[in-house]
């Protein structure tokens, strides 16, 4: 018996049409990320799904609800699930953190397992909670399909460790706004990755 475990990366945002990092901010889904996951949704109802994890920001909560009214399925907020915590960035153009911020970005860009900001989380910290909080639903869920709901970060760096890959391949995970992915593990406890499903 297999356990299926959904991630889906929060609708859009106007920090996403604008190219804003829009971080661990209060912005809501634009009308076009509400129209994402509708279509997420939809291609959910039939999956059985279990139980709905979400990060808490207002932009997944919203992307989880839309799944939920449509399945009827119990969501749940996570921390663990949460964007990565880089204060002094929210709301910022990358033009606008590469100049207030020297090379803080450029290393983010080519080097981001190397990206080390005092007061902010790393890489590895987000993979690490997010990781942790994988496994205790694989383990509470066995047996069933659940959706988890969060943020690019978040998820590549999930995709990243079940396909034991380095955070330095970081950026060649591509996962676009309300895109589906999926976490499968078989009875043998082998975890597969398949990637815009």
């Not at 066995?142 to 970081?170: A, M, N, W």
Request: aromatic content about 6%; charged content about 25%.
């Amino acid at each position: 018996m297999r356990t299926h475990i959904f991630l889906t990366r929060h609708g859009k945002t106007k920090a996403n049409l604008e190219n804003r990092f829009a971080g661990r901010s209060d912005e809501p889904l634009h009308r076009q990320g509400e129209e994402q996951l509708q279509v997420v949704a939809t291609r959910l109802i039939d999956r059985d799904l279990a139980a709905i994890f979400a990060g808490p920001l207002p932009r997944t909560i919203q992307s989880a609800e839309i799944i939920g009214k449509a399945t009827g399925v119990p969501i749940h907020s996570r921390e663990a699930f949460n964007e990565i915590d880089l204060p002094h960035w929210d709301g910022l153009t990358k033009q606008e953190i590469t100049g207030r911020f020297g090379a803080e970005y450029p290393t983010w860009l080519s080097a981001p397992q190397d990206f080390r900001v005092e007061g902010c989380e790393t890489l590895a910290q987000v993979r690490k909670r997010a990781v942790d909080e994988i496994e205790g639903i694989f383990e509470q869920h066995e047996g069933k399909t659940v959706i988890v709901v969060s943020h690019l970060i978040v998820i590549r760096c999930l995709i990243l460790h079940y396909r034991h890959q380095p955070i330095s391949d970081f950026r060649s995970i591509k996962i676009d706004n309300a895109s589906l992915s999926m976490l499968s593990r078989d009875a043998n406890g082998q975890t597969s990755v398949s990637l815009d499903i």
